[in-house]
């Protein structure tokens, strides 16, 4: 048991966050030849991301002012920080120190990152869906957290030209590279959402603060960027309520596409929450969209599930469409178009 999570630390440090954080890469390393700490991550939910948990249970409680020389690596505490390299003795301390606090962490929270910035190879996916179907699009986004993406055609976008994408008078702005030979068709204006429905086994509210710190001590602590984004489509998340209902989106998924008329696009979509289902899960999920697709038109936007890239399955007139339409970056910092 404990070999495959010190796997699952250095699968972490090398597809994650070489490149990205270096603090958390050099943790990460650190923690998968350490028996003690990898006894600790074991203490972690079934299904969850370890290393994102127990990184941001330590980040949470350095956040709620937890006194210890640890935060002295950690950018989003600290202006000078120190090297990474002397950081290890400090995290391995604090964890000894805090050990009940984190595990209380690890037993009880789950990893909701909701990342804003996915939107961003969203964006020319949704309006590739309108091309086809020429419908507004219902939203029915599983593990939605809380929301964030559900409101995508509020923001504003670029692509490493002038142009100026989506919302023009939003506050959230987003940047993405388009990698590749290939490029969406990104119309000016996002098109039409006429419902927005989000289903997580644990909802967040903004609204709460507990809730929002969460969200925000699971943005790893260099990525101020991240961490200012979550602000600003936070505000807007508290000024356009949403429909956020708590349970199983994959058991519920029948009945909610049920009550949407049939003028409207069904589009369920999800990125990176698969990766916590299990198989059987995952299964399902697959199998239910195909039973909808027999009866009306649906699409599923995901990722996680065959493989790391984008996916697009849709359903018109029963006739199924697969295709592969992107591979991303983990934050949406770039992405490669397929179609």
């Keep these: 048991m404990e070999q495959r ?37 074991l203490h972690a939910r079934e299904g969850q991301p370890i290393p994102n948990l127990l990184f941001g249970a330590v980040h949470a409680l350095l956040l709620k002012g937890k006194v210890h020389e640890l935060k002295h690596f950690y950018p989003s505490i600290v202006s000078d920080v120190k090297g990474v390299k002397d950081s290890y003795p400090y995290f391995k301390d604090f964890c000894e120190n805090y050990r009940d606090e984190i595990i209380e962490f690890l037993q009880t929270k789950l990893v909701q990152t909701n990342e804003v910035r996915r939107c961003t190879y969203l964006y020319p996916t949704f309006s590739y869906i309108y091309e086809i179907s020429n419908k507004p699009l219902a939203l029915i986004e599983i593990g939605t ?51 927005r429905i989000g289903v997580d086994l644990n909802v967040l509210d903004l609204n709460d603060e507990e809730d929002e710190f969460w969200l925000n001590a699971l943005i790893w602590p260099n990525l101020h960027e991240r961490r200012e984004t979550l602000q600003q489509a936070a505000e807007i998340v508290k000024q356009h309520p949403l429909t956020l209902i708590e349970g199983d989106g994959v058991a519920m998924l029948s009945d909610i596409v049920n009550d949407i008329p049939e003028d409207y696009a069904v589009c369920v979509f ?19 969209i195909k039973k909808i697709g027999s009866t009306r038109e649906v699409f599923h936007v995901y990722n996680n599930i065959q493989d790391r890239d984008l996916h697009l399955d849709y359903y018109i007139n029963g006739e199924e469409s697969l295709n592969t339409i992107a591979t991303t970056a983990g934050h949406g910092k770039w992405f490669t178009w397929k179609l």
């Design 5 to 41: 999570v010190a796997n699952i630390f250095k699968k972490f440090a090398k597809e994650e966050c070489e490149g990205y954080c270096e603090l958390y890469e050099h943790l990460s390393l650190k923690i998968a030849d350490d028996e003690k700490m990898l006894q600790l991550a």
């Design 270 to 288: 999800h990125t990176h929450v698969a990766n916590q289902m299990p198989d059987q899960t995952k299964d399902d999920l697959l199998e239910e």
């Design 145 to 195: 957290s809380s929301g964030l993406q559900l409101l995508w055609d509020q923001y504003n976008y670029s692509y490493g030209s002038g142009q100026i994408y989506g919302n023009r008078h939003s506050n959230v702005h987003l940047t993405a590279e388009i990698r590749g030979d290939k490029e969406p068709a990104l119309p000016v204006e996002a098109p039409p959402v006429a419902k």
